[in-house]
């Protein structure tokens, strides 16, 4: 009934050429797809060109960050017009990288929300818990902090259109993926706390990305998982045929 939604982050990687190769790459493949949303996300640089291989087709385009000002003195940083002019659908927001890196709060990231939904795009909204979170049994706790505080002050419809990535830290990058069974507990606490923030109706439209070392032989078994939606994918996503194999896999 939820669609399923791959998405791919490319993160700091790929030239525009390179990026384009991809694009052309994976054009190719999923040129029309129905059963799945397939959303790529190279860096800034290369959105403008990936965007015009793909524009007829059913891939779509992502961005993996913006500011949320609409324009002005704002050095280095990109606003949501921007990012529509080019043919983004999709922003990613509050990735782990951005809020441990670049030092993101929830407040940030909140913000980057309303304005992403303001604009006609749909949100990719990172949480996740610390590996030494989870050792403390504090998971949830995380997950609930960050739901609440990311998702402050929205109607149950602007919710309704975001959707959630649920990336365990210790995860991301580091080729050790949570359980299926893991995930699965994960995302069923997310969809339960959204009821709570919300109601049923808004938690069983919410969808609900898996993310975290996702691969073409792990893909099938968090797909089964009731309440896991989709992936969000890093590293696998840098290659034509493993990005392909795990968008094929995850509908089977
Ligand atoms: P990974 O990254 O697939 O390389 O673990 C996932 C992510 O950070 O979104």
Same mark, same amino acid.
């Not at 790529?40 to 960050?65: N, R, Y």
């Not at 919710?159 to 959630?164: H, L, N, P, S």
């Given at each position: 009934?939820?669609?399923?939604?791959?998405?791919?982050?490319?993160?700091?990687?790929?030239?525009? +050429?390179?990026?384009?190769?991809?694009?052309?790459?994976?054009?190719?493949?999923?040129?029309?797809?129905?059963?799945?949303?397939?959303?790529?996300?190279?860096?800034?640089?290369?959105?403008?060109?990936?965007?015009?291989?793909?524009?007829?087709?059913?891939?779509?385009?992502?961005?993996?960050?913006?500011?949320?000002?609409?324009?002005?003195? &704002?050095?280095?940083?990109?606003?949501?017009?921007?990012?529509?002019?080019?043919?983004?659908?999709?922003?990613?927001? /509050?990735?782990?990288?951005?809020?441990?890196? &670049?030092?993101? #709060?929830?407040?940030?990231?909140?913000?980057?929300?309303?304005?992403?939904?303001?604009?006609?795009?749909?949100?990719?909204?990172?949480?996740?818990?610390?590996?030494?979170?989870?050792?403390?049994?504090? #998971? &949830?706790?995380?997950?609930?902090?960050?739901?609440?505080?990311?998702?402050? /002050? &929205?109607?149950?419809?602007?919710?309704?259109?975001?959707?959630?990535?649920?990336?365990?830290?210790?995860?991301?990058?580091?080729?050790?993926?949570?359980?299926?069974?893991?995930?699965?507990?994960?995302?069923?606490?997310?969809? +339960?706390?959204?009821?709570?923030?919300?109601?049923?109706? #808004?938690?069983?439209?919410?969808?609900?990305?898996?993310?975290?070392?996702?691969?073409?032989?792990?893909?099938?078994?968090?797909?089964?998982?009731?309440?896991?939606?989709?992936?969000?994918?890093? /590293?696998?996503?840098?290659?034509?045929?493993?990005?392909?194999?795990?968008?094929?896999?995850?509908?089977?």
């Amino acid at each position: 009934m939820r669609r399923p939604i791959i998405a791919g982050n490319w993160k700091m990687n790929k030239t525009v +050429d390179e990026a384009v190769s991809i694009a052309v790459g994976l054009k190719r493949k999923f040129y029309t797809f129905s059963e799945a949303d397939v959303v790529i996300c190279p860096p800034f640089t290369a959105l403008s060109k990936v965007h015009e291989q793909i524009v007829d087709s059913s891939i779509m385009l992502g961005a993996q960050d913006m500011y949320w000002e609409e324009s002005g003195a &704002f050095t280095g940083e990109i606003s949501p017009g921007m990012l529509k002019d080019v043919g983004c659908r999709y922003v990613i927001a /509050g990735h782990s990288e951005r809020r441990n890196i &670049f030092g993101e #709060t929830d407040e940030d990231v909140n913000k980057k929300l309303k304005i992403i939904l303001k604009h006609g795009m749909i949100p990719i909204m990172c949480i996740g818990e610390q590996l030494e979170e989870r050792d403390n049994g504090m #998971t &949830f706790e995380i997950l609930e902090k960050q739901l609440t505080r990311d998702l402050k /002050g &929205f109607a149950k419809e602007q919710a309704a259109r975001v959707i959630i990535a649920y990336e365990p830290i210790w995860a991301i990058g580091t080729g050790r993926t949570a359980t299926p069974q893991q995930a699965q507990e994960s995302h069923r606490y997310i969809r +339960d706390f959204v009821e709570r923030l919300y109601d049923r109706e #808004t938690s069983v439209k919410i969808r609900i990305q898996y993310g975290g070392s996702v691969k073409p032989d792990n893909i099938a078994q968090l797909m089964a998982q009731e309440d896991v939606d989709g992936a969000l994918v890093g /590293g696998a996503s840098l290659d034509v045929n493993s990005f392909t194999e795990i968008v094929e896999n995850a509908v089977k």
